[in-house]
């Protein structure tokens, strides 16, 4: 294998070399998602699927697909059903799932896991399971509430001396001042809203709301006044509020049921040193019980009936669902039975396969048949030569690389005779090894200097000799 070389007037560099610093290399550089280039299917206002549109290159029958669950999960018509992406590795089954958390928007709950999650020391399988459906579930609150909103125009604490001893002073009130399009006024503050300020990092010039039941402060910006001078932090400016200081504000918070299960079910010790280190040496992770659930279903219907609050069922995302169980199978077919489940997303790369807990059961998928009853079947398609070029053309943009004369075409040669993700993992290495070259841009001898360096997994299962050991001198 012959070493890169950077022009006559220059030495060989070897591969383990580091490159010279340029003036870039400080800069601050973060790592890029496999599929931070999806941004949805890809489907006209018709649900039909554009050829290439939002990352996504070809499948166009799945993201239709996909397409009409999105609308049957914004109208509510598929709680309590699951999906099923079946396909090779490689062809787009977690791409199409984060596709639909995109088209589904940042407030329905999206819960993504692997089906290996399960099998945990701590908790039971169906437990793991049980957590995930419920953290799948939003909650919406509206309320109203009679709150002070405005800009702070004036924070001054005021001090008294301590009635506990003869040295030091403490505070006895706080006058905060509120500034709003219609008014100001000036509040005289307990002592304990002044820490919760304190904890806000709340300053003159901030918009914040002090809630009169609680007294509870939140800080929902920098008044937009101040966004002409220079801070050392980016900040969020905010206009500044209308009508009076004083008034009823509808405020919106969007929880799961997860969060409300967990918060109920971690006990609230005391506050002495015992309690602390009993605190510290329990479990990270606390089984909740069905009779908590119910009690937290029960409120939450009330509040539903009441109108304060209305649920929003998400998704859960179970990937190589074949390595769950027939315990886990069975109790998933449960969960999807019961009153409050979310849509399920389920994606597997097996065909017939055994089903995981048993002995002589042969599913297809390694799913066991009454689960793929319920199921919504998409299947997704391998990729052409043209189409792993598109992908391997839009990832390098991506991820800022140039590619030389007849890179790409050299590139979508190797993904079509070995896999796609085994042609996308030869950009990164490739760039550095033209990077150590001298050149800015990725050539046709890098791709086959890499074929040397690494093998595709096709490649490198043909090494293994017929006793199944690994032939060393056999290559292909």
């Excluded at 800009?151 to 706080?174: A, F, M, Q």
């Excluded at 510290?280 to 409120?299: A, F, Q």
């Excluded at 669902?321 to 027939?326: C, E, R, T």
């Excluded at 792993?388 to 991820?399: S, T």
């Amino acid at each position: 294998m012959k070493a890169t070389t950077t022009p006559s007037t220059s030495t060989p560099v070897a591969h383990n070399a580091l490159p010279p610093p340029s003036a870039t290399s400080t800069a601050r550089s973060s790592r890029i998602a496999p599929h931070s280039h999806i941004k949805g299917l890809g489907l006209t206002a018709e649900g039909i699927a554009a050829p290439d549109g939002a990352g996504f290159i070809g499948q166009t029958n799945a993201r239709e697909a996909c397409g009409v669950v999105v609308d049957l999960i914004k109208s509510r018509k598929f709680s309590g059903r699951a999906l099923l992406l079946v396909g090779a590795p490689g062809t787009g089954k977690t791409a199409l799932a984060l596709a639909v958390s995109h088209e589904l928007g940042v407030k329905v709950p999206f819960c993504p896991m692997v089906g290996s999650e399960v099998y945990s020391t701590e908790v039971k399988k169906t437990e793991v399971l049980a957590e995930a459906f419920r953290r799948a579930i939003g909650l919406r609150i509206k309320e109203t509430k009679e709150v002070y909103e405005g800009e702070v125009t004036e924070l001054t604490p005021t001090e008294s001396e301590n009635p506990l001893s003869g040295y030091g002073k403490t505070v006895s009130h706080v006058i905060v001042g509120l500034k709003t399009v219609k008014g100001t006024k000036q509040l005289r503050l307990d002592p304990t809203i002044y820490e919760a300020i304190l904890k806000e990092k709340i300053v003159v010039g901030d918009v914040i709301y002090v809630e009169a039941n609680t007294g509870a402060v939140k800080r929902v910006g920098r008044s937009d006044a101040y966004a002409s001078s220079y801070d050392l932090e980016s900040e969020t400016y905010v206009p500044l509020p209308k009508g009076d200081v004083h008034k009823r504000k509808e405020l919106v918070q969007d929880v799961t049921l997860g969060d409300l299960d967990a918060a109920n079910a971690r006990p609230q010790g005391g506050q002495d040193i015992m309690s602390v280190m009993g605190s510290l040496m329990k479990s990270g992770r606390t089984e909740v019980t069905d009779k908590l659930r119910r009690e937290v279903n029960k409120v939450v219907k009330g509040y539903v009936d009441q109108g304060v609050a209305e649920v929003v069922p998400g998704v859960v995302f179970i990937d190589e669902v074949h390595m769950l169980d027939i315990e886990c199978f069975t109790y998933l077919n449960a969960l999807l039975e019961s009153s409050m489940a979310p849509t399920v997303i389920l994606a597997t790369n097996r065909g017939n396969a055994l089903v995981r807990g048993t002995t002589d059961v042969v599913s297809p998928h390694g799913v066991p048949v009454d689960l793929l009853d319920r199921c919504l079947i998409v299947k997704t398609d391998g990729y052409n030569r043209e189409q792993i070029a598109k992908v391997v053309q839009l990832r390098a943009n991506v991820e800022g690389l140039r590619l030389g004369s007849g890179v790409l075409d050299r590139i979508a040669e190797e993904g079509e005779r070995g896999s796609m993700r085994y042609a996308l993992q030869l950009l990164a290495p490739a760039s550095i090894l033209a990077g150590l070259g001298g050149r800015s841009q990725i050539e046709v001898e890098d791709i086959g200097e890499m074929n040397e360096l690494f093998l595709d997994a096709k490649t490198s299962a043909s090494n293994i000799g017929a006793d199944g050991g690994f032939d060393g001198g056999r290559m292909s």
